[in-house]
C-alpha cells in the first residue's frame, strides 16, 4: 500500500507543478446543484490519468456534501471488462470564493489536492465535462455507460473548444463480459 501512496503523491507533485503553456480560463458551469450532481457518473472518455489509462467499466460516485466535504468512490475494472477491480475514495471540497459549485479540489492523498472543475453539466444533470485549466486531464459522463452518438460529440465538441488535445481522448468501454 505505500507503493500505491507514493504513485500519488508523485503523480499529484507531478500535475501541480508549473507549465510553460498559458492557457486561457477554463470554462465552468455557471451553476451546480450539488446534490443532483451526487450520484453514479459512468466515464464514457478520457484523457485519462497513469491510474486510469487501462480503465474499463469506469464510475465515479459523489455522496451529497457534508461538513465541507464530498465523499467520492472512484472504481473500475483494471485492464478488461473482467479485470481486478480497483477502488479510490478520494474526497472534494468545493472551493467557496466561487459560487457556482462547479470549481473542487480532489483530495486523493493528503495534504495534496487537485483542481477539478465542472465544465459543462446538462439542464437535466444526465451529462457532465470535467477538466483542468492545464488541459491535461478531461473526463466526459454520463448518467448511463452508453450516450448516443450525437450527445457524445456535442461533449466532444465542449472537449475541443475548451483546448483540449482530442487525439488524446479516449473512449472507456463498459459491459460485462462476454
Given at each position: 500500500m505505500n507503493h500505491l501512496r507514493l504513485f500519488f503523491v508523485l503523480a499529484l507533485?507531478?500535475?501541480?507543478?508549473?507549465?510553460?503553456?498559458?492557457?486561457?480560463?477554463?470554462?465552468?458551469?455557471?451553476?451546480?446543484?450539488?446534490?443532483?450532481?451526487?450520484?453514479?457518473?459512468?466515464?464514457?472518455?478520457?484523457?485519462?490519468?497513469?491510474?486510469?489509462?487501462?480503465?474499463?467499466n469506469a464510475i465515479e460516485s459523489y455522496k451529497p456534501p457534508e461538513n465541507g466535504k464530498i465523499k467520492t468512490t472512484f472504481r473500475f475494472n483494471?485492464?478488461?471488462l473482467d479485470?481486478?477491480?480497483?477502488?479510490?475514495?478520494?474526497?472534494?471540497?468545493?472551493?467557496?470564493?466561487?459560487?457556482s459549485n462547479?470549481?473542487?479540489r480532489m483530495q486523493f492523498v493528503w495534504p495534496f489536492k487537485a483542481e477539478y472543475r465542472i465544465v459543462y453539466v446538462s439542464d437535466d444533470y444526465d451529462l457532465t465535462v470535467i477538466g483542468r485549466?492545464?488541459?491535461?486531464?478531461?473526463?466526459?459522463?454520463?448518467?448511463?455507460?452508453?450516450?448516443?452518438?450525437?450527445?457524445?460529440?456535442?461533449?466532444v465538441n465542449i472537449v475541443r473548444l475548451e483546448g483540449y488535445d482530442l487525439s488524446a481522448l479516449r473512449k472507456v468501454p463498459h459491459g460485462k463480459p462476454e
Open positions: 507533485l507531478a500535475g501541480c507543478a508549473s507549465t510553460a503553456i498559458d492557457y486561457p480560463p477554463l470554462t465552468t458551469a455557471k451553476a451546480v446543484d450539488l446534490d443532483r450532481f451526487a450520484g453514479d457518473w459512468y466515464v464514457i472518455a478520457s484523457i485519462p490519468t497513469l491510474l486510469e489509462k487501462n480503465a474499463y483494471e485492464g478488461a479485470g481486478e477491480e480497483k477502488r479510490f475514495h478520494p474526497t472534494g471540497f468545493v472551493d467557496e470564493s466561487e459560487s462547479a470549481l473542487w485549466s492545464k488541459r491535461d486531464y478531461v473526463w466526459i459522463m454520463a448518467r448511463t455507460p452508453v450516450v448516443p452518438e450525437h450527445s457524445y460529440q456535442s461533449l
